[in-house]
């Protein structure tokens, strides 16, 4: 087995169990412990696990902890891939859509490219880029400009200022996490005043959010629960925070 398979099948395992050891997985791929110890390393690097005395456990980010987006790019692939194929089919050609920052709704804009006649608004540096190099003659790609953050969204009084002046059907919000008590929360101060701002340009607001994100919350919050028109999300998501979503939103899709 390669390294990078041998990191994959750990990291499953860190998020299926919530911790191994290096003794135990020694054992079950036939290596050495250093061996292990080195893939721990380039996973804790990543900012996909944290290291322990004797073994790994799963992340568990603090209210302004913000992980870049490279790291991020690496977590919920199948789901973050299920959720934006599932969202792409709430747009129609010829729609003035926005998408802000994250892992999901650059994973979005690679749907869109094939959506004719499309107007994208983003703060999202790697979702302009995605429609940029599609080059379709019939999008226009609005980048808002701003101050870029870890997770390569623009944010700040300029992009705010850029947004309260435009009119958008839809907007497609990534975040941080989400909960009953804070709603829809971000862990950078200044992304939640842009995200504010796409709200309030957005006749309706869809929230991408794979199943990590229930109960997780950020510093800073973006809107209630009950703003969101959709939430789409996955089948990890646990039974009892779906019903507490559908007790606040009119439609929670689970993409699967």
């Given amino acids: ?105 650059a994973e979005l804009a690679r749907c869109l490219v094939d959506v004719p006649g499309l107007t994208v608004v983003t703060n999202s540096i790697p979702a302009a880029d995605i429609l940029h190099r599609a080059a379709r003659p019939d999008h226009t790609v609005v980048l808002t400009g701003g101050v870029r953050t870890p997770s390569d969204a623009l944010v700040g009084p300029v992009a705010v200022a850029a947004i309260r002046t435009l009119h958008l059907d839809l907007l497609f919000l990534g975040v941080h996490g989400m909960s009953v008590r804070a709603g829809y929360t971000t862990p950078n101060l ?35 629960l009950d703003r969101a028109h959709t939430v789409v999300t996955d089948p990890g998501t646990p039974d009892d925070a779906l019903a507490a979503l559908r007790e606040h939103v009119p439609d929670v899709v689970v993409a699967g």
């Avoid at 692939?77 to 089919?89: D, F, L, Q, S």
């Avoid at 957005?202 to 199943?211: G, I, T, Y």
Wanted: aromatic share 2%.
């Fill in 1 to 105: 087995m390669l390294a990078q398979q041998r990191q994959a099948v750990i990291l499953d395992r860190v998020r299926l169990t919530g911790g191994v050891r290096v003794t135990d997985l020694a054992a079950e791929f036939g290596v050495s412990d250093m061996t292990i110890r080195r893939d721990l390393e380039v996973l804790a690097d990543r900012g996909l696990l944290a290291k322990v005395h004797g073994g790994a456990t799963t992340v568990h980010p603090g209210a302004t902890d913000e992980p870049g987006f490279t790291a991020k790019s690496d977590r919920q692939r199948g789901e973050k891939a299920a959720i934006a194929a599932r969202a792409a089919h709430l747009v129609r050609p010829g729609m003035a859509v926005a998408l802000s920052a994250g892992t999901t709704t």
């Fill in 190 to 224: 200044m992304e939640a005043d842009t995200d504010r701002a796409l709200v309030a340009a957005a006749d309706r607001l869809v929230v991408l959010a794979d199943h990590t994100k229930w109960d997780t919350v950020g510093i800073s919050s973006i809107a209630a």
